[in-house]
């Protein structure tokens, strides 16, 4: 499956993106996905899963009750709604995905997006 992530870009502490990650080549409903991210001088760290099915979400205690992870199977998209960002959130943010595990890990990642820039000013 391709992916194709979008929806970075700068914005002020305090507030709100949604990231995008459309999908395609396979059915997508066939695949957990998720997203990471890789902020300045760490290594790649998961953010936020989602069954195939959508029935089942996951989260990193870092993001968790800021952000949302959702999917749209009709649509092959993935959503990363994101708010009260923060300047820590700042990073390089990649779709994942893997029809044999929830992804979370970068272990169990079978497919990678290209990474969307998410900038978050003090």
């Known amino acids: 499956v391709q992916l194709q992530a979008s929806g970075g870009g700068l914005v002020q502490a305090g507030g709100s993106l949604r990231l995008s990650c459309a999908a395609s080549?396979?059915?997508?409903?066939?695949?957990?996905v998720g997203w990471f991210r890789q902020r300045p001088g760490k290594e790649r760290e998961f953010v936020a899963a989602?069954?195939?099915?959508?029935?089942?979400?996951y989260y990193a205690d870092s993001v968790k009750g800021r952000f949302t992870i959702s999917r749209d199977n009709a649509k092959n998209t993935m959503y990363l709604q994101m708010n009260d960002l923060k300047p820590s959130d700042t990073a390089v943010y990649y779709c994942a995905a893997s029809g044999d595990s929830v992804v979370l890990t970068t272990r169990l990642v079978e497919f990678w997006g290209q990474g969307t820039l998410v900038t978050v000013s003090s």
């Open positions: 989602i069954t195939s099915s959508g029935g089942r979400t």
């Open positions: 080549g396979r059915t997508f409903s066939r695949y957990s």
